[in-house]
């Protein structure tokens, strides 16, 4: 399965490369936030990760209610966490 969970957004490391650091479950990655270069991210906006990449931007209600969700299905929720341990852009 397949899952987007929220993170956010805590650093722009590289605005020329659309990259920029998050925070999920307490971990910290640099993902790709290109595909959202027109929806003028800025530290602390939360952003839908997938892999890697920031799927959408959302605001601090969606994302904490779509947190309690993913978190209710347990073995779904801790494999999208381990995939975003190891996605890692730069």
């Known amino acids: 399965m397949c899952l ?3 993170g956010q957004v805590v ?3 590289d605005a020329e490369q ?9 971990v910290r990655r ?5 595909l959202l270069a027109d929806d003028n ?3 602390g906006d939360w952003v839908l990760v997938h892999v890697g990449f920031a799927m959408a931007k959302i605001d601090e209600h969606e994302a904490t209610l779509t ?21 890692e852009i730069a």
């Not at 659309?18 to 307490?26: D, F, M």
């Not at 640099?30 to 290109?34: L, N």
């Not at 947190?67 to 190891?86: P, R």
């Open 4 to 6: 987007g969970i929220p």
């Open 11 to 13: 650093d722009i490391v």
């Open 18 to 26: 659309s990259l920029a650091t998050v925070a999920v479950n307490g």
């Open 30 to 34: 640099t993902i790709s936030v290109r």
């Open 41 to 43: 991210l800025q530290v």
């Open 67 to 87: 947190l309690d969700q993913v978190q209710k299905m347990g073995a779904d929720y801790t494999a999208e966490i381990e995939a975003f341990n190891s996605s």
